[in-house]
């Protein structure tokens, strides 16, 4: 759906411009970009999710500057950050609660993405694109989770990195090989650092690539429809600048909520205890974003098929555009797939819950269950649904749906409905 | 449907800040009711969205902290400077620099190379009473007094609910800011401390304890009734001395608490201003146009 320039420059100036670096021209065409009408508060995710990137970045580079990254000091240098340095209590509460809310925003733009079929033809690559930002982001938030060398960081980079001790043959010196040494100390601590820095620029990086592909492609919408003509979109701003300004507002409560009154709440307190490599925690817990995966993981009593388990329950994610043959996007019109959408998060919601739990009797069994259905959810169900689920009929048009049909508009008469069974 | 949803939310928005403030400020009766034998959620002047330190309670502890537990632990993310800042137990000058004389540090090397000792400065850090986790260990029966810096952030009371009532739970604590974990899990500990059951085995040199985790602790009760000397006609109890310790050390573990809560107010009603106002804008806006 990519649209004609309307960009005409005004002056001089902008005319040299134009000629030589058209980048006038390119932020006339993001402001004035075409923008379904009918779009909701779930489409405000993507804003929300650059807001949550660039205040990681900002926060995250003050950090650096007063950061030690030494096995001795590092506990200490994050104490010095919070209790010394001016407003280093507020810059660390802002880094650490904003990991948590960046994946609860990226949560629920991947569910909105899975309920209205976003991943569908011509959004694949988008999709894809998404499904590379989170593996970044998992890994720059477990290297992150690292860095202030507090009992659960240490312990947690030991259990995460001896999942690839589970590789057949290779497996030991892998580990190794990531760890700098024979096990977690002061190399893999400068290492994470490192790449602690160096991969949120990757996911700025994708994140260009995720925003040119959906300039591209055009958003989707709540009812799936392609956007017919002008009468089907509004110029992007201001009318959906100041919507997404209005939701990241709403989120920003929410994100200052946890940052001045519970900083400490979405975290473990044995974090607050100094890395001691001799002495193991009970229970080993990952961050709350992290649960469903690692429910996954240990729900599996073979070492090396629950690591395949826990990466396969993301790369799916990969190739989930050609394992749904339904040609309706939005479960709107999809009686049944609405249904086991709800059953699905209510699966991914029960892993989170599980994964904090011992696996143990009651737990595990449900831990496997919900794991099966993981799998049978996207293996099964999302192929076999295109197949048996007979669909709503679907309106002609965004404007058509949005306007009603006596205004019209959708270019085409207003005869027939589109086909009810678009198998 | 869209403007319902813009609508829904500011309004859930407001609610949300407000049932925080409310459940925030202090003695929610919520939590009161959980108030049992000392374990559970205690009231801490500290929790809520104007959660503050008791000046006269912080100095208290501290003083305990000093006669009792800095025998045997340390604090070593403080500075004698702490205790006079705002927030703080605001010792006043110059009791801040009286306290840090009657302490000895090792300072040097000197001219000559040589380390040396001389009296404690506001700028010190605390002394803590071993030179390294040996020496502690050593002193200590084998085991290791840990340093309580941050030990008010390093401890938590977890409460057990069914499944069903979990979200319930998280949100009440979000909603309540519920921060006050290590002070009532310190409180619990330091007042646990019981005969052990007939039936239950304690190791040699150990002592049973009702809150610490296997119940076998090595350190002995610390307190005792009357063992520090209160000048404010505060009473001279165990659970006294137990609840102004544990506010201590929370205190320690989150020096920049009051400031947090305080700034934190005034951004949230900055954001709440900004949000009804971005609605309204938008509402405006987009009445112009069907969507």
């Known amino acids: 759906m990519s649209h004609e320039s309307t960009y005409k420059p005004n002056s001089n100036f902008e005319k040299w411009m134009d000629e ?47 950061y030690t990254p030494h096995v001795d000091y590092a506990f200490d240098s994050v104490q010095h950050i919070k209790r010394n340095v001016n407003f280093g209590w507020l810059l660390q509460g802002i880094h650490m609660v904003g990991g948590s809310m960046f994946f609860l925003a990226v949560f629920v733009h991947m569910f909105r993405g899975l309920y209205y079929g976003s991943y569908k033809a011509p959004r694949e690559i988008l999709w894809i694109l998404g499904v590379v930002l989170l593996l970044l982001m998992m890994a720059t938030a477990f290297m992150g989770y690292v860095l202030p060398w507090g009992q659960m960081s240490f312990w947690a980079a030991t259990v995460i990195t001896n999942l690839f001790s589970a590789i057949p043959l290779i497996g030991e010196s892998i580990v190794q090989w990531l760890w700098g040494g024979f096990s977690v100390d002061n190399p893999t601590l400068n290492r994470f650092y490192a790449l602690h820095f160096l991969l949120p620029f990757m996911i700025f990086g994708v994140v260009v690539l995720h925003i040119w592909a959906l300039h591209v492609t055009g958003n989707n919408n709540p009812i799936g429809i392609d956007v017919k003509g002008k009468q089907d979109t509004l110029a992007f701003h201001p009318l959906y600048t100041l919507k997404d300004g209005f939701a990241l507002a709403v989120f920003a409560i929410l994100f200052a909520w946890f940052v001045f009154y519970a900083p400490d709440y979405l975290g473990h307190p044995d974090n607050y205890i100094q890395a001691n490599p001799l002495q193991t925690p009970p229970h080993i817990v990952p961050e709350w974003y992290f649960l ?94 295109g197949l048996i689920e007979r669909p709503k009929p679907t309106p002609n048009s965004i404007s058509e749906s949005v306007l009603g049909k006596s205004k019209g508009g959708g270019g085409q008469p207003d005869a027939v409905p589109a086909a009810p069974e678009n198998r | 449907m869209n403007r319902l949803v813009g609508a829904i939310s500011a309004f859930c928005s407001v609610c949300f800040v407000l049932a925080g403030l409310w459940l925030g400020s202090a003695n929610s009766p919520a939590f009161a009711a959980s108030e049992a034998p000392h374990t559970g959620m205690q009231s801490w002047t500290f929790s809520g969205v104007f959660g503050h330190f008791d000046r006269a ?86 085991a290791l007094p840990p340093d309580l810096s941050v030990i008010g ?13 979990a979200p319930f739970n998280w949100l009440q604590e979000i909603a309540a800011g519920y921060q006050e974990g290590g002070a009532d899990y310190m409180f619990a500990l330091l007042t646990g401390y019981a005969e052990a059951p007939s039936d239950f085995k304690l190791a040699e040199g150990m002592e049973y304890n009702k809150v610490f985790p296997g119940h076998q602790i090595a350190m002995p009760p610390p307190l005792s009734d009357e063992a520090v000397e209160y000048t ?24 920049k608490l009051e400031q947090r809560k305080q700034l934190g107010f005034r951004v949230m009603i900055y954001l709440l201003i900004l949000t009804v106002l971005l609605y309204l804008a938008k509402r405006k806006l987009w009445s112009r146009v069907k969507h």
């Open chain 1, 292 to 385: 469903p995966f690692y429910a996954i993981l240990r729900a599996i009593p073979s070492k090396l098929l629950g690591v395949i388990a826990m990466v396969s329950s993301i790369l799916v994610l990969f190739i989930l555009p050609w394992l749904d043959t339904s040609r309706v996007r939005s479960a709107k019109f999809r009686p049944l797939y609405r249904i086991f959408f709800w059953i699905f998060v209510v699966t991914c919601l029960g892993l989170g819950y599980l994964g904090a739990k011992p696996p143990e009797g009651n737990y595990l069994i449900f831990a496997r269950l919900f794991t099966a259905y993981y799998f049978i959810h996207f293996l099964i169900v999302i192929p076999m649904l």
């Open chain 2, 153 to 165: 952030k390093a401890r938590g009371l977890h409460r057990e609910v069914p499944w069903y009532l």
């Open chain 1, 20 to 66: 030589r670096l058209p980048i006038i021209r390119m932020s006339a065409e993001i402001s004035s970009f075409p923008t379904p009408r009918n779009l909701n508060y779930l489409w405000t995710f993507g804003g929300i999710l650059t807001f949550c990137l660039v205040v990681q970045i900002v926060t995250g580079i003050i950090l650096a500057m007063h």
């Open chain 2, 232 to 255: 404010d006609g505060t009473p001279q109890t165990v659970t006294q001395y137990a609840r102004d310790l544990s506010a201590f050390f929370m205190w320690a573990a989150d020096t």
């Open chain 2, 57 to 142: 309670q912080l100095q208290r502890g501290y003083k305990v902290y000093q006669e009792v537990c800095s025998n045997c632990h340390g604090m070593r993310l403080l500075s004698f400077r702490n205790l006079g800042e705002a927030g703080g137990p605001e010792f006043s000058e110059a009791e801040v620099k009286a306290i840090a004389a009657g302490f000895q540090v090792v300072d040097g090397p000197n001219r000559d190379g040589e380390m040396f000792e001389r009296d404690g400065k506001p700028s010190d850090r605390f002394v803590s009473p071993f030179k390294n986790d040996n020496e502690a260990r050593s002193a200590n029966n084998s």
